[in-house]
């Protein structure tokens, strides 16, 4: 069956308008994070709903891209060498306090995420901090019940392996003791064999004497 084209134009359903803008929405978030890993782009999103709803996505910060634009607009409108030079060191300068701000707040929530300077949070600010430290500890679980997992896994492996071996040492030893024990059974025939022929022999001796004492 040939696929029905879909007319492009306003959705006049509301329900159908919510889930088709949801559904298009990840869809184009995807296909811009997927561009970005493939040719290392820098791409930033922002879409706001019907309802003034904002949703983004960037593959760095959304400030520095936003900047980075205003500064590419700024520098494609000069035509002047002397204003673009100028425009590049200013760019340059806000670059910097910029990536020091970051570095600065970087630093600060570092710190807040080991129990420090907590006193000037409000409730939301601790509640999200919080929901970061319980991420963050249930990462550390699962990846140390992984490893867990894995050394147990390994020590079993050892188990087995030596359980075989030791199951072969004893093969090996019962195999010795029965071929000892055989040539001991062997040896013990051969020397009863022995002094048989030599009783026999005394008496053919003995028999003899005593026929030639008695004629």
Excluded at 52 to 69: A, N, P, R, T, V
Excluded at 151 to 164: F, G, N, R, V
């Amino acid at each position: 069956m040939v696929r029905q084209k879909i007319q492009i134009k306003k959705i006049d359903n509301l329900t159908a308008r919510q889930v088709t803008f949801s559904k298009r929405r990840r869809g184009l978030f995807k296909k811009a994070q997927e561009l970005s890993t493939l040719c290392d782009a820098d791409i930033g999103l922002i879409v706001f709903s019907a309802t003034g709803k904002l949703f983004e996505y960037s593959s760095s910060s959304m400030m520095q891209l936003i900047e980075k634009h205003k500064m590419q607009s700024e520098r494609d409108s000069m035509d002047n060498p002397e204003q673009l030079h100028s425009s590049n060191l200013l760019s340059e300068k806000k670059t910097h306090a910029m990536l020091s701000r970051d570095f600065v707040e970087k630093n600060r929530e570092l710190r807040q995420l080991h129990g420090e300077e907590l006193q000037g949070l409000g409730l939301d600010e601790l509640m999200k901090l919080e929901k970061l430290v319980e991420g963050g500890i249930s990462r550390v679980l699962k990846i140390k019940g992984d490893k867990f997992m894995k050394e147990i896994s390994s020590l079993k492996k050892k188990e087995a392996k030596l359980q075989e071996e030791n199951s072969q040492l004893k093969k090996q030893s019962q195999a010795r003791l029965n071929e000892e024990v055989q040539n001991v059974i062997e040896q013990g025939h051969s020397a009863d064999s022995v002094t048989n022929n030599r009783s026999l022999v005394n008496d053919s001796d003995t028999s003899l004497k005593l026929c030639l004492a008695f004629p």
